[in-house]
């Protein structure tokens, strides 16, 4: 089964910040990688996600840098707020696969 | 007016009871989803339906049946509970089943469901 793999499992930053989250995939079908963020009690929500042809995209205060030979792509916040505080995604379809696969997830806290 | 709608949002029942869930999205997606989230936040794929059509079925036991009466309502529904069925099981759409599409998930709010 297509493994998608995240790190940390949880983090701690002070307001202001730069929390970095990894994740690093196998065979990817889609080449589409993206990310989602979810608050308690809520369903998850795309936040933002990168096609291969680049290395960076930035989403306002949300980048991903995608580094294809390595099959890793990451999520940086700037000046990260207590309400980013919530649990990111990372997700990809495997080779051959309809089935978007999701990391274990990384729970943010971002302390006042 | 809520894209993915999910009910009940929160269930407790009794084990071996029977129960269901209901989903509809007026996305105009082709493509419909179950995931279940357990205690630790891991999203597990379940099921998935395109156009109607089952296409994901993953190791579920037998006791889930999912059913899609068309393809904007996907239900899932429960027999014989147990107590490791306690989860949220998220409901999703996506606009395809293949493509960068299949990556573009719509989450519903979530059904929670305590099996005591």
């Known amino acids: 089964q297509q493994q998608v793999k995240q790190s940390p499992q949880s983090l701690i930053v002070q307001k202001g910040g730069i929390p970095i989250i990894n994740c690093a995939y196998e065979?990817?079908?889609?080449?589409?990688f993206p990310w989602y963020q979810q608050f308690p009690g809520k369903g998850p929500a795309l936040l933002i996600a990168i096609r291969p042809d680049v290395s960076e995209k930035k989403e306002g205060r949300f980048t991903i840098s995608f580094n294809k030979s390595a099959k890793q792509f990451s999520l940086h916040i700037m000046d990260s707020q207590p309400g980013d505080s919530a649990t990111y995604f990372c997700a990809d379809t495997g080779a051959g696969s309809y089935q978007l696969t999701f990391g274990k997830g990384t729970k943010l806290s971002v302390i006042p | 007016d809520t894209a993915v709608s999910q009910t009940p949002k929160y269930l407790v029942t009794q084990m071996g009871n029977d129960k269901s869930i209901k989903c509809e999205q007026n996305?105009?997606?082709?493509?419909m989803y179950w995931y279940k989230q357990d205690s630790k936040k891991f999203l597990k794929i379940m099921f998935s339906?395109?156009?109607?059509?089952?296409?994901i079925n993953e190791t579920v036991p037998n006791r889930f049946s999912p059913k899609s009466p068309d393809k904007a309502h996907l239900n899932l529904h429960i027999n014989s509970l147990e107590l490791g069925d306690s989860a949220v099981y998220f409901c999703?759409?996506?606009?395809?089943?293949?493509?960068?599409?299949?990556?573009?998930?719509?989450f519903g709010a979530g059904s929670r469901l305590t099996v005591l």
């Open positions: 996305l105009g997606h082709d493509t």
């Open positions: 339906y395109n156009n109607k059509e089952l296409i």
């Open positions: 065979n990817t079908a889609f080449d589409y």
């Open positions: 999703a759409s996506s606009p395809t089943s293949g493509g960068s599409g299949a990556n573009v998930l719509t």
